[in-house]
């Protein structure tokens, strides 16, 4: 199947919003400019094998030589430069040119065969002042030029002492650039607008998790521990992007899809749903799925666009032998639609939603790795759990494990943090439970050594 | 006694999101006690081969560093006859926050940068000081012949 084809089918089949769909690129439109190019520069008598050949020849004769005797080259950006200062929106303008010797009327190269210098010649000479435009760099006023040139001080030609710049006239080439140039204005800005749409519905999500996990509520108690388990799994899914030490890397839609399925059906086998009671809940978890399924979207419908767009600049070159996938990525960049989408909305989540239920990885003792219960804040404002302060300063470990200050020598009660102890209460009231015993335990070994576990079981 | 839940934690992780070229694996027996390997890293002499380590975690870890010795025979000036490690980090330098796997990327960090002004094989590091080329050739050919994968 042609991929013209597989495109349209994919727009239509997958689902996506209809004010997506109209802003994709536009395939078959841009295939059928590229046929309308292909006639015009056949009639000027460069069929793709000759322009290529041709192009070829002034590649190696580059390669061999200053770049400042090429024959003829294909500019794409008539205004190169300016792009910069209007922030990379400057319109294009692609330029097929050819420099022919003023006074002999001779092109400039005699690394081109016979033949295709003939035909040139032809194209400079006989047809020049009819069908072909012959534009004179003028040296000292730019102002007066013909309408379809360039102006010269801010343009990427080069004045060239001697030679005449012929330029081949085409029209459907910058029918094509301009085309293209503006759908990928519109797929920007269309992913901005989702951003927007999107950070409104996290905020409005997180505004509600918040009230449903409230602790200092008592219905919420059993909600708070589904909630946390349901984005502790979440977290540790990575969706969308990997966070471990050697995986950092954004994922394709495939790949990010397989894992959000896996992350439903793991909250699904630990009936994590089924225990969601109230209407409020499951219609704020729907909500949550929601985002996360439309941003995969997002990914795909980037995804595909790109597909479409580095197709159709392959077609181009292959129809025309003109040379442009390497260089128009230079010109425009492709808007990363979906990873900066991505990224923004995993932002947008961790601080809306996720935040509003703390992790408790985000309290745990660097020393035992349980939750930091009792909290001791140290001078250098590290904090570890009283337990393993008592064992560091019983070892004359004076020194901070974290950043080698010597804060663990001298603290004391004064730096149990009381703030937080009470923020560990709330919102961890089981792990603080778990660890009280466990400190209990193990102060009680200090004193009465191995046996007192024993005999504590036996009380 | 049980095992310390710190333990439990660093084991699980090590598991989880294996480190590259590192492999950690606790005895059924004894989960204080892991069989190790390292891939020597690219463009070291000990590039290619896979070298076996024992690591135990003492009692008071992580107050004292895990003990760490290599298995394999090895050609480096840090590293003994008997497989014994200097490293600052897994003797005076030690710290509570470090974890087995940020020790065993800093021996790993060690195979890619020996070091013969701090030597622990004395004769090793007075030829790698003498002759580095000649001393890098026995290290290829040492991993070659003891460290095979
Ligand atoms: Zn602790
Ligand atoms: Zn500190």
Same mark, same amino acid.
């Given at each position: 199947?042609?991929?013209?084809?597989?495109?349209?089918?994919?727009?239509?089949?997958?689902?996506?919003?209809?004010?997506?769909?109209?802003?994709?690129?536009?395939?078959?439109?841009?295939?059928?400019?590229?046929?309308?190019?292909?006639?015009?520069?056949?009639?000027?008598?460069?069929?793709?094998?000759?322009?290529?050949?041709?192009?070829?020849?002034?590649?190696?004769?580059?390669?061999?030589?200053?770049?400042?005797?090429?024959?003829?080259?294909?500019?794409?950006?008539?205004?190169?430069?300016?792009?910069?200062?209007?922030?990379?929106?400057?319109?294009?303008?692609?330029?097929?040119?050819?420099?022919?010797?003023?006074?002999? =009327?001779?092109?400039?190269?005699?690394?081109?065969?016979?033949?295709?210098?003939?035909?040139?010649?032809?194209?400079?000479?006989?047809?020049?002042?009819?069908?072909?435009?012959?534009?004179?760099?003028?040296?000292?006023?730019?102002?007066?030029?013909?309408?379809?040139?360039?102006?010269?001080?801010? =343009?990427?030609?080069?004045?060239?002492?001697?030679?005449?710049?012929?330029?081949?006239?085409?029209?459907?080439?910058?029918?094509?650039?301009?085309?293209?140039?503006?759908?990928?204005?519109?797929?920007?800005?269309?992913?901005?607008?989702?951003?927007?749409?999107?950070?409104?519905?996290?905020?409005?999500?997180?505004?509600?998790?918040?009230?449903?996990?409230?602790?200092?509520?008592?219905?919420?108690?059993?909600?708070?521990?589904?909630?946390?388990?349901?984005?502790?799994?979440?977290?540790?899914?990575?969706?969308?992007?990997?966070?471990?030490e050697s995986?950092?890397?954004?994922?394709?839609?495939?790949?990010?899809?397989?894992?959000?399925?896996?992350?439903?059906?793991?909250?699904?086998?630990?009936?994590?749903?089924?225990?969601?009671?109230?209407?409020?809940?499951?219609?704020?978890?729907?909500?949550?799925?929601?985002?996360?399924?439309?941003?995969?979207?997002?990914?795909?419908? =980037?995804?595909?666009?790109?597909?479409?767009?580095?197709?159709?600049?392959?077609?181009?070159?292959?129809?025309?032998?003109?040379?442009?996938?390497?260089?128009?990525?230079?010109?425009?960049?492709?808007?990363?639609?979906?990873?900066?989408?991505?990224?923004?909305?995993?932002?947008?989540?961790?601080?809306?939603?996720?935040?509003?239920?703390?992790?408790?990885?985000?309290?745990?003792?660097?020393?035992?790795?349980?939750?930091?219960?009792?909290?001791?804040?140290?001078?250098?404002?590290?904090?570890?759990?009283?337990?393993?302060?008592?064992?560091?300063?019983?070892?004359?470990?004076?020194?901070?494990?974290?950043?080698?200050?010597?804060?663990?020598?001298?603290?004391?009660?004064?730096?149990?943090?009381?703030?937080?102890?009470?923020?560990?209460?709330?919102?961890?009231?089981?792990?603080?439970?778990?660890?009280?015993?466990?400190?209990?335990?193990?102060?009680?070994?200090?004193?009465?050594?191995?046996?007192?576990?024993?005999?504590?079981?036996?009380? | 006694?049980?095992?310390?839940?710190?333990?439990?934690?660093e084991t699980?992780r090590l598991m989880a999101e294996p480190v590259k070229g590192i492999s950690a694996v606790p005895h059924e027996?004894?989960?204080?006690y892991f069989d190790v390997t390292i891939e020597g890293p690219e463009q070291s002499p000990y590039e290619g081969g896979v070298f076996k380590l024992e690591l135990f975690?003492?009692?008071?870890?992580?107050?004292?560093?895990p003990k760490i010795r290599f298995l394999t025979k090895i050609y480096h000036p840090n590293i003994d006859r008997l497989g014994r490690i200097c490293l600052?980090?897994l003797?005076?330098?030690?710290?509570?926050?470090?974890q087995i796997r940020t020790i065993l990327l800093s021996i790993q960090a060690l195979l890619g940068a020996p070091n013969?002004?701090?030597?622990l094989a004395?004769?090793v590091?007075?030829?790698?000081?003498?002759?580095?080329?000649?001393a890098i050739e026995t290290a290829r050919q040492w991993t070659r012949e003891h460290a095979k994968p």
């Open positions: 199947m042609k991929f013209g084809h597989i495109f349209k089918e994919r727009l239509k089949s997958e689902g996506f919003p209809p004010e997506w769909v109209e802003s994709a690129i536009s395939y078959s439109q841009l295939k059928k400019c590229i046929n309308r190019l292909t006639n015009e520069l056949s009639e000027l008598g460069l069929d793709p094998q000759t322009l290529r050949q041709l192009l070829k020849k002034v590649e190696d004769f580059n390669a061999a030589n200053k770049d400042d005797d090429k024959p003829l080259e294909y500019l794409l950006a008539g205004q190169a430069g300016l792009g910069e200062q209007q922030g990379g929106t400057a319109p294009f303008h692609p330029m097929l040119l050819v420099y022919v010797n003023e006074t002999t =009327g001779e092109l400039d190269s005699a690394h081109l065969n016979e033949e295709t210098r003939h035909k040139l010649q032809l194209l400079a000479i006989d047809t020049g002042l009819s069908d072909l435009r012959v534009v004179e760099l003028p040296d000292e006023e730019p102002d007066c030029l013909p309408s379809r040139t360039v102006n010269n001080s801010a =343009g990427g030609l080069r004045r060239r002492p001697g030679y005449r710049t012929v330029e081949v006239p085409l029209t459907s080439d910058i029918e094509f650039f301009s085309t293209l140039a503006a759908e990928l204005v519109g797929l920007e800005e269309l992913q901005e607008r989702e951003q927007r749409r999107m950070r409104g519905e996290i905020e409005r999500l997180g505004k509600q998790i918040a009230r449903q996990t409230d602790p200092d509520r008592r219905a919420n108690k059993k909600l708070l521990a589904i909630w946390r388990q349901i984005f502790q799994i979440y977290v540790e899914s990575d969706i969308f992007f990997g966070t471990t995986d950092h890397s954004a994922r394709d839609s495939e790949a990010a899809v397989e894992r959000f399925e896996k992350f439903a059906s793991t909250i699904a086998s630990h009936h994590l749903v089924d225990q969601m009671k109230r209407e409020e809940n499951l219609r704020a978890l729907t909500a949550f799925m929601d985002i996360n399924r439309n941003l995969l979207q997002g990914l795909r419908f =980037g995804e595909i666009n790109r597909i479409a767009m580095t197709k159709i600049l392959k077609k181009f070159d292959k129809q025309t032998a003109l040379g442009v996938k390497k260089t128009f990525p230079q010109r425009i960049e492709y808007p990363d639609f979906s990873q900066h989408l991505a990224r923004a909305v995993c932002a947008e989540v961790n601080t809306q939603i996720l935040s509003h239920v703390p992790r408790i990885d985000d309290y745990t003792c660097a020393m035992c790795m349980d939750i930091q219960w009792r909290p001791v804040r140290l001078r250098c404002q590290h904090v570890f759990c009283i337990r393993c302060l008592i064992v560091m300063q019983t070892n004359k470990q004076h020194f901070c494990p974290l950043c080698r200050e010597k804060t663990v020598f001298d603290a004391n009660a004064e730096n149990l943090d009381l703030e937080m102890a009470s923020f560990l209460k709330k919102w961890f009231p089981d792990e603080v439970k778990l660890k009280q015993r466990h400190n209990q335990l193990m102060a009680g070994k200090d004193e009465y050594g191995e046996v007192y576990q024993q005999k504590c079981c036996v009380m | 006694m049980a095992l310390p839940k710190r333990i439990i934690k699980e027996d004894n989960l204080r975690l003492p009692d008071d870890y992580p107050m004292t560093p600052d980090v003797k005076g330098n030690w710290s509570p926050a470090l013969p002004d701090d030597p004395n004769d590091a007075q030829k790698w000081k003498e002759d580095q080329n000649a």
